[in-house]
């Protein structure tokens, strides 16, 4: 973030002295303000207003991201519906700048396409919420077709169903329209470089149980399937298999000595 | 015909069933859920909206520092980071 030009603040309803204490046990060198009184988290809005009067919880923000202007103003915001679930930076950093360093890229070539992908985080964690990033580059006069196409196969990228995270709907970017003169016909396609992405948030600790007391690991796997076309020819539809293996990280469990923790 | 003290027993025995009931309804789990079920509310706001302006704040670091907008923004601005709590 710092190198795309902002500066980052960490707010939570902690007190001072818990702050510290996490700071330094975890180096962190970014500004985490204790905002005990919950003076700001009201500020902004974003005062959980759902917890019950006297509990430990009273004065917590909803967790999100605001991404403002050097003037202060919104320009995106990151909110999740559950409490568990974060938007992870890397994702963040996708979505603003249209660029992230990613873990280790797979490439696959066919004779109508080149596709790169990769997921922005690993290690990953419970509640995680990330992105699988498919890039594809293809060669002149190829096309592919969009979702939205008729009478056509369109691109479809599916996940395998898994009970250890829950893959967002697919994001494809949209197309353009292309007018094949030899049939007279206006079809949406995808031509030269794309990107397809899928947000995945991970699944709560208790069902990763068995990954984290084992190999700490997933593989999530899935596939591509296309029909592509030039000026000339259609070519016979592909499926193409995806695969991410990731490694897996425990939630830190961590806490502040007993004595300045929340009552 | 029921006397008095028969008609109190009763009445004491259906008040102590009804206590009972209600205790076994509050420590089942069915109860547990429906007390908790606040934490899977959806947010009820989101706060200041894309477009708009974010309001002046200040508050106290890790280091002592009170830092504000102007301290912590970089020249293309700033991430603003809500997070429940950095203990639990």
């Not at chain 1, 202060?72 to 930076?89: A, C, H, L, N, P």
């Not at chain 1, 995270?165 to 794309?194: M, N, S």
């Not at chain 2, 974010?54 to 020249?75: E, L, Y």
Request: hydrophobic content about 40%.
């Amino acid at each position: 973030m710092r190198a795309k030009g902002l500066g980052v603040v960490v707010i939570t309803y902690d007190t001072r002295e818990i702050v510290e204490d996490f700071a330094t046990r975890k180096q962190i060198t970014l500004p985490v303000l204790g905002d005990a009184q919950s003076r700001i988290i009201r500020d902004f809005g974003v005062l959980n207003t759902a917890v019950p009067e006297g509990h430990m919880w009273m004065g917590v923000p909803y967790p999100g991201t605001f991404i403002v202007d050097a003037n202060g103003m919104v320009k995106s915001k990151y909110f999740e519906d559950t409490y568990q679930d974060r938007f992870s930076t890397p994702t963040i950093l996708l979505r603003e700048f249209g660029s992230v360093a990613g873990t280790r890229e797979t490439v696959v070539r066919t004779d109508h396409l080149e596709m790169r992908y990769y997921a922005t985080r690993d290690p990953i964690r419970p509640n995680l919420r990330f992105t699988l990033v498919a890039d594809f580059e293809m060669p002149e006069k190829m096309h592919v077709y969009t979702p939205e196409v008729k009478n056509y196969i369109p691109i479809d990228f599916q996940l395998e169903p898994s009970d250890k995270f829950r893959a967002r709907p697919v994001d494809y970017p949209q197309g353009e329209l292309l007018h094949l003169e030899a049939i007279d016909e206006t079809v949406p396609v995808y031509e030269g470089k794309f990107r397809l992405t899928q947000d995945v948030v991970m699944a709560s600790t208790r069902s990763l149980e068995e990954i984290l007391s084992g190999e700490s690991q997933i593989t999530i796997r899935g596939k591509l399937r296309y029909q592509a076309c030039d000026d000339k020819i259609c070519y016979l539809p592909q499926t193409l298999p995806m695969e991410w293996t990731l490694n897996v990280e425990p939630l830190d469990r961590q806490r502040v000595p007993e004595a300045i923790r929340h009552k | 015909m029921k006397s008095c003290s028969d008609r109190m027993s009763l009445r004491w025995r259906i008040s102590l069933a009804a206590v009972m009931l209600l205790g076994c309804v509050a420590l089942s789990p069915v109860a547990r859920a429906q007390d908790d079920a606040w934490r899977s509310e959806l947010p009820a706001s989101t706060g200041v909206a894309v477009g708009e302006k974010i309001p002046a704040f200040s508050g106290t670091d890790q280091n002592g520092q009170v830092r504000d907008f102007d301290s912590i923004k970089g020249p293309g601005g700033a991430m603003i980071v809500f997070s429940r709590s950095v203990d639990w």
